[in-house]
Antibody, heavy 121, light 109 residues
Framework: QVQLVESGGGVVQPGRSLRLSCTAS????????FHWVRQTPGKGLDWVAA????????YYADSVKGRFTISRDNSKTTVYLQMDSLRTDDTAVYYC??????????????WGQGTLVTVSS | QSVLIQPPSASGTPGQRVTISCSGI????????VYWYRQLPGLAPELVIF???QRPSGVPDRLSGSKSGTSASLAITGLRSEDEAHYYC???????????FGGGTKVTV
């Protein structure tokens, strides 16, 4: 079965960096695109970034453009989100999600359980 | 990123029908299908409708989706206590190259 497991969350000071990982299993990893979506506790879903199946196309929300970088390592079936210059308003639960569409980048189907990132001094 | 418009809440008694709207879907998108996600308290979102009206395996036919123009709807019939959750609509906006989510609707049974 499809499994996505996020890790790397924690408490970090404003301006510092953090790297989230999402390890996948149960499907042909290299054929799927991925998304990162975040959610501030008690609020709605906020799309952060997406990466095509081949790693060529990367897309970012305006709020994180230039600060966050999405990448993948097919040999480790892992997707990463490098977060630099963190701000207090980046505090959220970060979800990794697989795109539903084989070989395309559109919208997610399976989601991980999320990892909490708290940016605070 | 702009947000699709959903009512903040909807409610019904067991067995009733509830409909959630999602408006403000941009027109002329290359891929203009709407997806719906359900998020139970404390859990990750899960896909319940894709491509406007398709149900993933395991999602009961009590849930149905529809779309017309720049609006979409999710209907839940035969309402049950386990339907209490937040529901979000989403589209891929190829003009902005990003996912647009609705603000979410909390369904109370």
């Amino acid at each position: 079965q499809v499994q996505l497991v996020e890790s790397g969350g924690g408490v970090v000071q404003p301006g510092r960096s953090l790297r989230l990982s999402c390890t996948a299993s149960g499907f042909k990893f290299k054929s799927y695109a991925f998304h990162w979506v975040r959610q501030t506790p008690g609020k709605g879903l906020d799309w952060v970034a997406a990466l095509s199946y081949d790693g060529v196309n990367k897309y970012y929300a305006d709020s994180v453009k230039g600060r966050f970088t999405i990448s993948r390592d097919n040999s480790k079936t892992t997707v990463y989100l490098q977060m630099d210059s963190l701000r207090t308003d980046d505090t959220a639960v970060y979800y990794c999600a697989r795109d539903k569409n084989f070989g395309m980048l559109i919208l997610p189907d399976y989601w991980g359980q999320g990892t909490l990132v708290t940016v605070s001094s | 990123q702009s947000v699709l418009i959903q009512p903040p809440s909807a409610s019904g008694t067991p067995g009733q029908r509830v409909t959630i709207s999602c408006s403000g879907i941009p027109s002329n998108l290359e891929f203009d299908y709407v997806y719906w996600y359900r998020q139970l308290p404390g859990l990750a979102p899960e896909l319940v409708i894709f491509r406007d009206d398709q149900r993933p395996s395991g999602v009961p036919d009590r849930l149905s989706g529809s779309k017309s123009g720049t609006s979409a709807s999710l209907a839940i019939t035969g309402l049950r206590s386990e339907d209490e959750a937040h529901y979000y609509c989403a589209v891929w906006d190829d003009r902005m190259n990003g996912v647009l989510f609705g603000g979410g609707t909390k369904v109370t049974v």
